[in-house]
């Protein structure tokens, strides 16, 4: 009898189990949403949640991602032509009679594209200018340097003519330009790093500490289609101090130490050979074995405070405030009882 309901608990209890067990399930997915442009491409987004029903009591959780992403494509948009800026003017020319001087500019700053509208008003401007007699061009000169430093620019050259002495007739003016000109990019150059500065000073002045030195890519800045710096611009180095000064003197063999800004004494109770070794220590003396405590000195004056009473220190320790004392300025002593040192 016993044993039958202790099955059919049994029974009772897996089932429930079995039961209480949820796995999650997606809900479907949304609408995609809106592809709000009128050109271009973007994305549409579509998403879902795993809430139909969510996983419960270590049921599965759904399977899969709960974003769905479609690229939504458009005509490509429309560029609007630019000009270029205005080239320097031209040397004065004869054409037909009439002497001008020119400039020139060019819709390709940028062209324009997919439907854009072309550049507004002409490519070319002219003066009328004083001729003077000439008879031969001399040699091109060098090309100036790019108008634009980041983007599509003119460029020129000149030439100079060789004049007569004096204006004879329409047949002496030369024929052709005195500029001429052409577009031009900026070239590509890649950055350079400067020099590193000097090091920094220590963050610290005493113990293991930090410094640093820069460098920044402007030697030279990058232009707009060069490459940047490769590297790190920063570069930090440990700076390893002389040790911290110990808190402890020895004036004229009196023990001192400095604490909230101010130097004390030791009072001599319980004050014995590890103590001593841990004071010599904080002075910087390798060996302690040697440490002793010595009478004949001048103690500390009552304007002292005395720091330390009771010091019970193991010899190991790196500071007398390490060791058990009686807490520091807390004891029962005058400074006839000052501790006086030998290491
Ligand atoms: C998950 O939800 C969908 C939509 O409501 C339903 O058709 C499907 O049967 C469900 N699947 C499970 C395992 O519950
Ligand atoms: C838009 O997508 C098409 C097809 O993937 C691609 O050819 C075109 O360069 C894209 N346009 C822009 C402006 O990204
Ligand atoms: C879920 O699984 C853990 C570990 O397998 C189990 O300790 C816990 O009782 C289970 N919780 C439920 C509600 O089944
Ligand atoms: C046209 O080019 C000039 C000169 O490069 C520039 O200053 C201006 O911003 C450009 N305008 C447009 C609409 O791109
Ligand atoms: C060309 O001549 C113009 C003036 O006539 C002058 O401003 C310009 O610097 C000259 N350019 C070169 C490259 O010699
Ligand atoms: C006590 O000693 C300190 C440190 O040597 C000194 O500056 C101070 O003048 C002395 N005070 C007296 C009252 O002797
Ligand atoms: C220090 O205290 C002792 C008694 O504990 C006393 O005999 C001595 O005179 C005191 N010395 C000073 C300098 O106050």
Known sequence: MGTILIIILTIALLQSEVHSKVDGNWTDWSTWSACAITCGNTTQTRSRACTNPPAADNGTDCEGTSDDYQPCLREPCPVDGNWTDWSSWSACSVTRGSATQTRIRTCINPPPAHKGTECEGASE???????KPCRGWGPWSEW???SSTSGVGIQHRNRSWYSWPSFTSIDDLCDGDYTDVQICMPSAFDGGW?????????SVTCGIGL??????CTNPKPSTFGDHCVG????????????????VRLRDGLLEIYVNGQWGTVCDDEFDSNDAKVA?????????QTARLRSDVVRGNVSMPIWLDNLRCNGYE????????NGVGSHNCNHSKDVGLVC
């Open 232 to 247: 790190p611009n920063i570069d930090v180095a440990i700076c390893n101090k002389q040790h911290c000064p110990s808190p």
């Open 144 to 146: 100036s340097s790019c």
């Open 125 to 131: 401007d002219y003066k009328s200018c004083v001729h």
């Open 280 to 288: 010599c220590r904080m002075l910087g003396f390798d060996n302690t």
């Open 211 to 216: 410094n640093q030195r820069t460098r920044s």
């Open 194 to 202: 400067t020099q590193w500065s000097s090091w920094s000073t220590c």
């Open 318 to 325: 790196d500071s007398l405030l390490e060791c058990s004392h």
